[in-house]
C-alpha cells in the first residue's frame, strides 16, 4: 500500500540548533514531495518541493534547506534555528486524485 | 499571484444545522481545487478533487462544487464530528511536470450537540 511517514510529531529545539526532519513515501516510485509549513492563523505555506533525486526548488527564501537523497526521502535541515522557524510542518506527495500529507511535526524553537 | 480566500473564519453550527463554506480563488491555468478536512495536530485529510467549472461530488454529509471563481463545501445536517478545519487548495502547474498547490487559510468549523 502507499503511505508516506514524518518523523518525529514532536520537537523542542533551542534556538541557534541545527535541525533535520524526515519524510519517506511507500508504496510508489519517484514521487514529487512537498514541505509545507503551517503557522498559527496562516494558511500552509509551500517551502520546498522535488521532482527527483537532488532537485530541489525552493519556494520562499529563508533559514531552512531540503534535500532529496534517495528517491522516496525528502529531508528538511536548517543549520540554526531561529524562533521564527517554529510551526507545524507537513511533508506531501502528489497523487493521480490529490496531495496526501504526512501526520506533520510541531516545532518549536525556545 | 494565486489566491485561495475562505470564508467564514470560522463558523459555529448546531447539529443538525445546515450550511456552506465559501472558497474563492483568483488563479492562471486551474488544474484542480481541493478540500481537505484537517483535525487538531494532524494532516489534513482528503475530501474531494474538483476539476471544471459545474462539477459536483458529495462524500455522506459534504458536498463540493465549482464554479469558475469559487467553490462551496456544503455541509448537511451535521454532526459533532464535522468539527474540524476546512482547507481549500488550487493546483496550477510551476514549471516542466511540476504542480503547485495552493491553500486558503481554512475555516474552523464547530458543531455543538
Known amino acids: 500500500s502507499q503511505t508516506i511517514h514524518q518523523w518525529p510529531a514532536t520537537l523542542v529545539q533551542p534556538v541557534g540548533s541545527p535541525l533535520s526532519l524526515e519524510c519517506t513515501v511507500e508504496g510508489t516510485s519517484n514521487p514529487n514531495l512537498y514541505w509545507y509549513r503551517q503557522a498559527a492563523g496562516r494558511g500552509l505555506q509551500l517551502l520546498f518541493y522535488?521532482?527527483?533525486?537532488?532537485?530541489i526548488s525552493s519556494e520562499v527564501p529563508q533559514n531552512l534547506s531540503a534535500s532529496r537523497p534517495q528517491d522516496r526521502q525528502f529531508i528538511l535541515s536548517s543549520k540554526k534555528l531561529l524562533l521564527s522557524d517554529s510551526g507545524f510542518y507537513l511533508c506531501a506527495w502528489r497523487q493521480q486524485y490529490g496531495y496526501t500529507f504526512g501526520s506533520g511535526t510541531r516545532l518549536t524553537v525556545v | 499571484e494565486d489566491q485561495v480566500t475562505q470564508s467564514p473564519e470560522a463558523l459555529r453550527l448546531q447539529e443538525g444545522e445546515s450550511s456552506s463554506l465559501n472558497c474563492s480563488y483568483t488563479?492562471?491555468?486551474?488544474?484542480?481545487l481541493f478540500w481537505y478536512r484537517q483535525d487538531p495536530g494532524k494532516g489534513p485529510e482528503f475530501l474531494f478533487t474538483l476539476y471544471s467549472a459545474g462539477e459536483e461530488k458529495e462524500k455522506e454529509r459534504l458536498k463540493a462544487t465549482l464554479t469558475k471563481k469559487e467553490s462551496f463545501l456544503h455541509i448537511t445536517a451535521p454532526k459533532p464530528e464535522d468539527s474540524a478545519t476546512y482547507l481549500c487548495a488550487v493546483m496550477v502547474r510551476s514549471g516542466g511536470s511540476n504542480y503547485k498547490l495552493t491553500f486558503g487559510k481554512g475555516t474552523l468549523l464547530t458543531v455543538n450537540p
Open positions: 488563479v492562471s491555468g486551474l488544474r484542480g
Open positions: 522535488s521532482v527527483g533525486i537532488g532537485q
